[in-house]
T-cell receptor, first 112, second 116 residues
Framework: LAKTTQPISMDSYEGQEVNITCSHNNIATNDYITWYQQFPSQGPRFIIQGYKTKVTNEVASLFIPADRKSSTLSLPRVSLSDTAVYYCLVGGGMDSNYQLIWGAGTKLIIKP | EAGVAQSPRYKIIEKRQSVAFWCNPISGHATLYWYQQILGQGPKLLIQFQNNGVVDDSQLPKDRFSAERLKGVDSTLKIQPAKLEDSAVYLC??????????????FGPGTRLTVL
C-alpha cells in the first residue's frame, strides 16, 4: 500500500496562494490521489481527486507530475477559514485492494 | 440531501465497559466506513461495508470490536470491553461507490469516546 509524506504544518497569510506537496513514491498504477480537509470537531470533507496531470474545481487545483510520485494541492487566495488539517490519500485502485491509507495530515494555519 | 448521522456525539465510559455507536449513511450510498481517529492522527479505517457485506476489516481489533450493517443501511459499531487506548473519535462515512474514481466519502460529525 502506498504511504504518503506531507509536511506536518504550514503557515501562510490571507490572500496568498498555498501549495501543499505530498510524496507518494510507491503509488500503484491504478491508484488515485485524493485530498480531504478537516476542521476541529468535524469529519473530513472531500476537496479534490485526480489521477494525472492537473485537476481543478471551484475550491482547489491538484497538480500531478508525469511520474505520479508526488502531488501538490493548490489553494488560491486563502482566507482565515481555510485554517484546517489537510490529508493526502493515495490508493483506491485494484492493486491496492481498493484501500486508502490516511497519513497524519498537514496543519495549515492562515494568519491575517 | 441529509448528511451522515451519528449518535451519540459524546460518550464517557470506564474501562472494561461496553459501548455502541450508531450511524445512518446518506440515502442511496451503498458503501459505509467506520474510522477511528486518535487525537493528532489521521483517520484509521476499521471496517468497510458494501451494502451489508464486509469489504475490509483488516484493521478491526476483532477481539473487542464488532460492527454490523443491518439491511445494508444503518450500522452499529460496538466495543466490548473498552480499553483506555480506545479513547478517540469514531467517524462514520458513506460513499456512492466503493473505490477508485469518484469515491468521495461523506463523513458524519463523529462520536468522541473517552475511556476512564
Amino acid at each position: 500500500l502506498a504511504k504518503t509524506t506531507q509536511p506536518i504544518s504550514m503557515d501562510s497569510y490571507e490572500g496568498q496562494e498555498v501549495n501543499i506537496t505530498c510524496s507518494h513514491n510507491n503509488i500503484a498504477t491504478n491508484d488515485y490521489i485524493t485530498w480531504y480537509q478537516q476542521f476541529p470537531s468535524q469529519g473530513p470533507r472531500f476537496i479534490i481527486q485526480g489521477y494525472k496531470t492537473k485537476v481543478t474545481n471551484e475550491v482547489a487545483s491538484l497538480f500531478i507530475p508525469a511520474d505520479r510520485k508526488s502531488s501538490t494541492l493548490s489553494l488560491p487566495r486563502v482566507s482565515l477559514s481555510d485554517t484546517a488539517v489537510y490529508y493526502c490519500l493515495v490508493g483506491g485502485g485494484m492493486d491496492s485492494n481498493y484501500q486508502l491509507i490516511w497519513g497524519a495530515g498537514t496543519k495549515l494555519i492562515i494568519k491575517p | 440531501e441529509a448528511g451522515v448521522a451519528q449518535s451519540p456525539r459524546y460518550k464517557i465510559i470506564e474501562k472494561r465497559q461496553s459501548v455502541a455507536f450508531w450511524c445512518n449513511p446518506i440515502s442511496g450510498h451503498a458503501t459505509l466506513y467506520w474510522y477511528q481517529q486518535i487525537l493528532g492522527q489521521g483517520p484509521k479505517l476499521l471496517i468497510q461495508f458494501q451494502n451489508n457485506g464486509v469489504v475490509d476489516d483488516s484493521q478491526l481489533p476483532k477481539d473487542r470490536f464488532s460492527a454490523e450493517r443491518l439491511k445494508g443501511v444503518d450500522s452499529t459499531l460496538k466495543i466490548q470491553p473498552a480499553k483506555l487506548e480506545d479513547s478517540a473519535v469514531y467517524l462514520c462515512a458513506s460513499s456512492r461507490v466503493p473505490s477508485g474514481a469518484y469515491n468521495e466519502q461523506f463523513f458524519g460529525p463523529g462520536t468522541r469516546l473517552t475511556v476512564l
